[in-house]
């Protein structure tokens, strides 16, 4: 594999915040596919993938998670809604589920993977269900961030958001019911006549945010 990394570059130069959608160009089903299969092979501790995505199709309902967000526009907008939430049952079925998973790809006995087993389970019993929160919220980023670079690669716009009630958004798609709790929205589409997109990029310096230690 060999992507020039002026391309890279050039893309997360190119992208920005959307706020503002093209909302007459829908987003090609096989492009969403490949922005949601980059964030389903994030990577996540021990591989427990404690996250699911929701992509919010019914108008009706995208009506009301605008309310949940603050009236922002883009989450009527936007030709797709992605709702990203972490898994509230870390505790009680992470652990069986991934090894579950990795005996079945590897087409290996469960009881050969013992080890990570009692890793996973280990470091979840050693923390509260605070913490396990914390945790899970904090691994359900890395797909966002994921899913973020990769639709600039391909030439589509970004809208990420935590500007919205969480519990609310929890009740509209029912997601408390289904261990879950939203984290944070994200929309994919093509911007439209936005002032913003005529702004530089404003960073700190390279030097600033690196540093080597030798």
Do not use: C
């Not at 490949?34 to 990577?43: C, F, G, H």
């Not at 967000?69 to 049952?89: C, F, N, S």
């Not at 798609?173 to 289904?178: A, I, R």
Request: proline share 5%.
């Amino acid at each position: 594999m060999n992507i020039k990394k002026d391309t890279i570059l050039q893309a997360l130069n190119w992208r920005y915040a959307t706020q503002v959608f093209d909302k007459t160009k829908p987003l090609d089903s096989e492009i969403l596919t490949t922005i949601l299969e980059s964030a389903r092979l994030a990577p996540s501790s021990f591989g427990i993938e404690p996250w699911k995505f929701i992509v919010v199709e019914n108008s009706d309902t995208r009506a009301k998670l605008q309310v949940a967000g603050y009236g922002q526009p883009k989450i009527t907008d936007a030709p797709v809604l992605v709702v990203i939430a972490y898994r509230t049952d870390v505790k009680e079925n992470i652990s069986r589920e991934l090894i579950e998973r990795v005996s079945k790809t590897n087409k290996t006995e469960a009881a050969a993977f013992d080890v990570l087993k009692q890793m996973v389970d280990s470091t979840i019993n050693s923390r509260s269900e605070n913490d396990l929160n914390t945790w899970s919220k904090a691994q359900a980023y890395i797909p966002l961030g994921i899913m973020i670079e990769t639709a600039a690669l391909l030439g589509i716009d970004s809208g990420p958001m935590e500007g919205f009630d969480p519990h609310s958004v929890d009740e509209i798609l029912g997601l408390k019911e289904k261990h879950l709790h939203a984290t944070s929205m994200i929309t994919f589409g093509y911007r439209g006549d936005d002032p913003a997109t005529k702004k530089p990029k404003v960073r700190r310096d390279f030097n600033e945010v690196v540093e080597f230690i030798k």
